[in-house]
């Protein structure tokens, strides 16, 4: 007479199970709004002898307001231990529980949710999986997942974010939308590539300066395209090529894979620093393997960055396994304009005084020397005072000669 689901904590939906039964749970909570119609008495007793949940925990999430400062909301969520509540009148027990023996990759305890009805209304489960999936999208609306690395396995790192403008980030003309047409026609030539036996993944390869917008372009090509992103570090601490092929073999759906810092495979891995470390264990050839090898995974874009191009070998950045080199390097005169206009449009509509930055640019020396990163924190130190960003200009071509001296003299 009964019929039972069980969701373990591996499935994508264990989430979202739990997210909808909060969400269910505060909307009873909340009783029926001022202008809904009268219920009826029979509706009435059923809402009032209804179970609720128990066993409680408390969820703590961190959000980024605009202005950059910190809300910090708190949730109830169903802790462990069983629960009832009601369902388009089906009565539903719920059973999380947790087994402290066992453990999954990442050390931490297995759980598993387990609802129980009577037969007759099992078809609610796939309504209750349908609403719990849509309350996660339209959560996840607007924003973009960020993964980070744990162990063997790909972990959502804090809060969604917002998505970034694709145009906040500026780079050459014309050279955002080279990169954007030619990922959305990969991603649309799918059965091109399966038909011809060609694997379908795709590499791109970001080297430039510190601070030109390597990283910052693959976040708002992500946001454009409504992926995620799995971000990792080549030269992160104990990475090894078993891991870095393990994870490379298992991206979440819909995500763009981020390697930084990829020219760590090639560095001098010999002295050990004062704790006995001797730099990241990813290995050249584990690369190499990770990326197109026989165990490499297909259905993949991975963008790589590095600062160092020069330490890469040839055999990384052949067609295959790097299919469009990009330097990102200083800002250009288009760049300078572009995001002048962006931070001072409004304040100046005649752009007279963009004329003198310009100008005062090229005389100091910036043009095409300077990084967009260090452009616009100067613009951000003189919000909305644009004679103030003219006016540190001398201030920035002093620090930039200062930094090009200590580059030459190593």
Do not use: C
């Not at 809060?159 to 145009?167: A, S, T």
């Amino acid at each position: 007479m009964l019929v039972d689901i069980e969701i373990t904590r591996r499935d994508k939906a264990y989430e979202w199970v739990l997210q909808w039964m909060t969400a269910h749970y505060q909307s009873q909570l909340a009783g029926p709004s001022r202008g809904a119609a009268r219920h009826s008495r029979i509706e009435s007793l059923i809402r009032r002898f209804t179970p609720g949940l128990h066993h409680l925990q408390i969820k703590t999430a961190r959000i980024n307001l605009p202005d950059g400062s910190q809300h910090t909301r708190f949730s109830l969520v169903p802790g462990q231990g069983k629960h009832i509540f009601r369902y388009k009148n089906a009565f539903i027990a719920v059973n999380r529980e947790r087994i402290t023996k066992s453990f999954d990759t990442n050390g931490e305890p297995f759980e598993s949710v387990t609802l129980t009805t009577l037969y007759a209304h099992r078809h609610v489960f796939e309504e209750l999986f349908q609403e719990a999936h849509a309350l996660s999208v339209q959560n996840m609306e607007g924003k973009t997942v960020v993964y980070t690395s744990k162990m063997a396995e790909w972990l959502q790192s804090g809060q969604p974010k917002r998505k970034r403008p694709f145009d906040s980030v500026v780079l050459e003309e014309g050279l955002s939308g080279k990169i954007l047409k030619d990922v959305r026609e990969f991603l649309n030539a799918r059965n091109w590539y399966l038909d011809r036996g060609i694997p379908y993944r795709r590499g791109y390869l970001l080297f430039g300066p510190p601070g030109t917008g390597k990283t910052s372009f693959v976040q708002a090509l992500a946001g454009e395209l409504d992926f995620s992103i799995a971000m990792l570090s080549l030269s992160e601490r104990g990475l090894t090529d078993d891991r870095l092929n393990h994870l490379l073999t298992n991206v979440p759906p819909r995500t763009l894979v981020l390697l930084e810092d990829a020219d760590a495979a090639f560095s001098n891995r010999r002295q050990a620093d004062s704790d006995g470390y001797n730099g990241p264990t990813v290995t050249f050839s584990g690369l190499l393997n990770a990326l197109d090898g026989v165990a490499s995974a297909e259905e993949r874009i991975i963008f790589m960055t590095t600062n160092h191009i020069d330490r890469l070998d040839e055999a990384l950045i052949r067609p295959g396994r790097v299919d469009m080199t990009v330097r990102l390097g200083e800002a250009t005169e288009w760049q300078m304009e572009q995001m002048w206009d962006r931070f001072y449009a409004d304040a100046d509509p005649e752009k007279t005084r963009k004329a003198l930055f310009m100008e005062k640019a090229r005389q100091t020396g910036l043009m095409g020397s300077v990084s967009t990163a260090a452009l616009q924190g100067l613009f951000l130190y003189n919000k909305d005072d644009a004679e103030g960003a003219i006016a540190m200009l001398d201030q920035l071509a002093s620090q930039q000669r200062a930094s090009d001296g200590r580059t030459s003299s190593k």
